[in-house]
């Protein structure tokens, strides 16, 4: 397999661009060239002369082959443990609406994510009251780590700081699982040996 690559990979696909499977893919393909673009737009990859993206399973269309890259997934509520020492721990997610947290909005003028839980079967959402928003997950996960408040976001991101007593998980019983990411391309006959190049490592 030879030629060029071009992917559009969502910022928080952690197992994607963490570099170890790019780094062992390129190694392994000496001859393909790949080009990301991380972005959390959502367009017509096809359009925009991409030949694969990869995103959460969740948005991506109808018409697209996809193909799981990663487990299942779930988002969880973090803080360092000297924000919580100083603010308190909250124990139910209706009580984030009284402290200091950190929103991810995809771009300006977008309102800010709400923040997703369930309770006994249902799912329900909070609308934090956001001291600081940003679409970069680095400036979250620093800030957080600092004692700038509770931040939001994918269990993979966060479980290093976790590891390292950085960061601490909160509300863990109100934080469902859901379909993790999927690489996503257009449904053609027959597969560029580039891509199935791709495909067949992510399986290994």
Not at 39 to 68: H, K, N, S, W, Y
Not at 150 to 157: S, V
Request: with cysteine; proline share 6%; glycine share 8%.
């Amino acid at each position: 397999p030879r030629g060029l690559l071009r992917l559009a990979v969502s910022s928080i696909a952690e197992r994607f661009i963490n570099g170890e499977l790019l780094a062992t893919f390129l190694i392994r393909y000496p001859h393909i060239e790949v080009d990301i673009s991380v972005t959390d737009e959502e367009f017509d990859i096809v359009a925009q002369g991409f030949d694969a993206g990869v995103r959460l399973g969740e948005i991506i269309a109808q018409d697209m082959i996809a193909v799981p890259v990663s487990l299942r997934q779930r988002q969880i509520a973090v803080a360092s443990p000297a924000y919580l020492a100083r603010y308190g721990t909250p124990r139910h997610p209706h009580e984030l609406l009284q402290h200091c947290c950190i929103g991810w909005r995809r771009e300006p003028g977008v309102a800010p994510y709400r923040w997703e839980f369930a309770e006994e079967g249902r799912e329900f959402d909070v609308a934090v009251n956001a001291r600081l928003n940003t679409n970069d997950m680095g400036i979250m996960i620093r800030t957080a780590c600092a004692g700038g408040g509770i931040a939001f976001g994918l269990e993979e991101t966060y479980r290093p700081y976790i590891a390292r007593g950085e960061l601490i998980p909160l509300l863990t019983a109100y934080l469902p699982e859901f379909a993790g990411f999927y690489l996503y391309f257009p449904s053609r006959k027959h597969l560029a040996p580039k891509l199935r190049a791709l495909i067949d490592h992510m399986k290994v």
